[in-house]
Each structure stands twice: as structure tokens, then as C-alpha cells.
């Protein structure tokens, strides 16, 4: 129904506060209701894909941790599935958190990538090498090749490749763990109506990666 733009002020609050489901008041309940709705079931979705990333982060940060621990105790060839292990689950774990994206997570693959350049040199000679999107490329000629010795060279010893992905690991995990077991209500909660998150989210993420150490 169209308003006269000759009704008086009262004419209009008289139409505003009447029965009639076409009223201004009506409109903008059903208007603004909508829009609520809408925001919640896209809120839904960016926590519902965001716990299955955080899941598969986890999953890959688990497998790659195991296959370092087999590795540096390994004897014989075992040592050359178990670097092909860690390279699938380490290259499942960047991919997923690259997807995933935000502040935490980009810090992360940043010391992920540190920790490769300060160790390129040994991983290079076993055929370890690091593509442009932050995952890690196997030479298998190279690395069945690579005696036991050189192999093992590459990921221990102090400050070594595989101690210092090691504590990564076990930080994202710690990390991801928290951040993924807000609920889907908690979740949506703590976004705004332009759907950012929140300052109180962002301080809890960033006090858990502040005490990762």
C-alpha cells in the first residue's frame, strides 16, 4: 500500500502502529527478520566448512607428526616411505590451512616456511625441495638414492629440520583444537553484522598463538 504524501505526521504514525500486515512497522520487522536469517545460515556455513577444515588441519598435523617420530628411528628403507609420509600429510596440512586462511594461520605457514629455508640446504641434497604455494616436492629417484645417514642428517640434531616442525605441529594443533571447539552459536556470535570477527575471537586467537611457546 502506497502513502499519501499528503498524510500528516500522525496520519503516519496512526498507519505505522495499525493491524494492517501491510503497515511500515510489519515491513520492516519482516525486512529486518529476513535479513537476520539470512546472516545465520551464511554464518552456519562459514562454521561448518571452517570445522571440517579445522578437522583435516588436524588430521594432516597428527600423520605428519607420527611419520617424523618413525623416521628419526627408522633403520633401514622404512626411512624413505616415512619422508613420503611426512611430505603427504605436511603438504595436506598447508594446503588445508591456505584454504582456511586468516591472521593465525599465515603466521604459521610463514615459520613453516622459515624453518624449510634455514634447513634447504640438507633437504635439497636428500630431494626436498619447496614449491611456490609452501608445500614440499620429492625427488624419489633422489631421496632412494640418499643414504640413511644423509637422510636422517636432514631432520635431526639440534634446531633441526624436523625439531623445529615438530613444535609448529604441536602448537597448530594445540591452536586448532581451540579455536575449532566454539560452537556453531558460539561462532556466529562472534561475528558482526558484516560478518568480520570479533575483537573478543580475535583476542583469543591471538593469546593462544602469543603462548604457543
Same mark, same amino acid.
Given at each position: 500500500?502506497? +502513502? ?7 496520519? =503516519? ?12 512497522? /510489519?515491513?520492516?520487522? #519482516? ?6 536469517? =539470512? ?6 556455513? +562459514?562454521?561448518? $566448512?571452517? $570445522?571440517?577444515? #579445522? &578437522? ?13 617420530? $618413525? ?13 613420503? &609420509? ?15 586462511? *586468516? ?12 624453518? @624449510?629455508?634455514?634447513?634447504?640446504? &640438507? ?20 631421496? &632412494?638414492?640418499? /643414504? ?6 636432514? @631432520?635431526? *640434531? ?6 623445529? +616442525? ?5 602448537? =597448530? ?7 575449532? /571447539? ?14 568480520? =570477527? ?14 604457543? #611457546?
Amino acid at each position: 500500500m502506497q +502513502i499519501s504524501s499528503t498524510l500528516g505526521l500522525s496520519s =503516519i504514525l496512526d498507519y505505522m502502529d495499525s493491524d494492517n500486515d501491510n503497515s511500515i512497522e /510489519s515491513v520492516l520487522t #519482516a525486512n529486518s527478520n529476513y535479513r537476520t536469517a =539470512i546472516l545465520k545460515q551464511k554464518l552456519s556455513g +562459514i562454521s561448518s $566448512s571452517s $570445522s571440517d577444515t #579445522a &578437522k583435516a588441519i588436524l588430521n594432516a598435523a597428527d600423520s605428519a607428526s607420527s611419520s617424523l617420530d $618413525s623416521l628419526l628411528n627408522d633403520t633401514s628403507e622404512d626411512a624413505v616411505a616415512d619422508v613420503q &609420509k611426512f611430505v603427504s600429510s605436511y603438504n595436506a596440512m598447508v594446503k588445508n590451512m591456505s584454504s582456511q586462511g *586468516g591472521r593465525i594461520n599465515v603466521a604459521y605457514l610463514v615459520e613453516l616456511g622459515k624453518a @624449510f629455508v634455514d634447513n634447504e640446504g &640438507k633437504l635439497a641434497a636428500i630431494g626436498i625441495t619447496r614449491s611456490e604455494n609452501g608445500q614440499l616436492v620429492v625427488d624419489t629417484d633422489k631421496l &632412494k638414492s640418499s /643414504s640413511l645417514d644423509s637422510i636422517k642428517a636432514a @631432520f635431526s *640434531g639440534n634446531d633441526s629440520y624436523a625439531s623445529r +616442525i615438530s613444535t609448529d605441529l604441536a602448537s =597448530i594443533t594445540k591452536v586448532t583444537t581451540a579455536t575449532s /571447539s566454539m560452537s556453531g552459536t558460539a561462532y556466529s556470535q562472534n561475528y558482526s553484522s558484516a560478518a568480520t =570477527i570479533s575483537d573478543s575471537t580475535q583476542s583469543l586467537m591471538d593469546s593462544l598463538f602469543n603462548s604457543k #611457546a
